[in-house]
């Protein structure tokens, strides 16, 4: 391995969000990325801490990363979410997201969850096959729901 993994830090905030502007071109959605790094420090190193984040470092630069925050189960308990686990378009194919999610899994392990969990475009099968090669159950019969600022208003202005 030439890269290594470590947890993130405030100043890699910069860095954690381009690449989360990278992903977002690629899952064609650019024009939804809303936080900021000030957000991201806040959320990440404030006093209320919301997420974890885990960074991939080859030859000093980040190339990488993986972003969790706790849950909570009615049916199991304390979970995981795993938010984004990114990787580098050159780095794809390196070995970097199997261990970006070992770490996570680790982790996850560590705070002693009863799942870890994290949603897949469906038509991005690359990255299907590699979870479901690493054990994880792709939930196809599944819907993801989201309801986002313009859709909270509007529900609340109709409550």
């Known amino acids: 391995m ?3 993994i470590r947890a993130s830090r405030k100043e890699d905030m910069s860095r954690v969000l381009q690449l989360i502007k990278e992903l977002a071109v690629f899952e064609k959605e650019d024009n939804e990325v ?10 990440g190193f404030g006093d209320q801490k919301l997420f974890h984040c885990f960074v ?7 190339v990488g990363m993986a972003l969790v925050y706790p849950r909570y189960s009615t049916w199991k308990g ?12 050159n780095m ?3 070995g970097l997201g199997t261990a970006l999610l ?8 560590a705070l002693g969850v009863k799942r870890i ?9 690359p990255a299907i096959k590699f979870y479901e090669s690493k054990g994880a159950d ?10 986002n600022e313009k859709g909270i208003s509007n529900y609340l202005a109709n409550c």
């Open 2 to 4: 030439d890269f290594t």
């Open 34 to 43: 809303d936080v900021t790094i000030t957000d991201l420090e806040k959320d």
């Open 56 to 62: 991939a470092e080859k030859e000093g630069a980040i």
């Open 78 to 89: 304390p979970i995981l979410h795993l938010e984004d686990l990114i990787v580098t378009e």
């Open 92 to 94: 794809r194919g390196s």
């Open 102 to 109: 070992d770490e996570v899994v680790k982790y996850g392990n």
């Open 117 to 125: 969990s994290w949603e897949v475009l469906d038509w991005n099968e």
């Open 138 to 147: 792709v939930k196809r019969d599944w819907d993801v729901v989201h309801l």
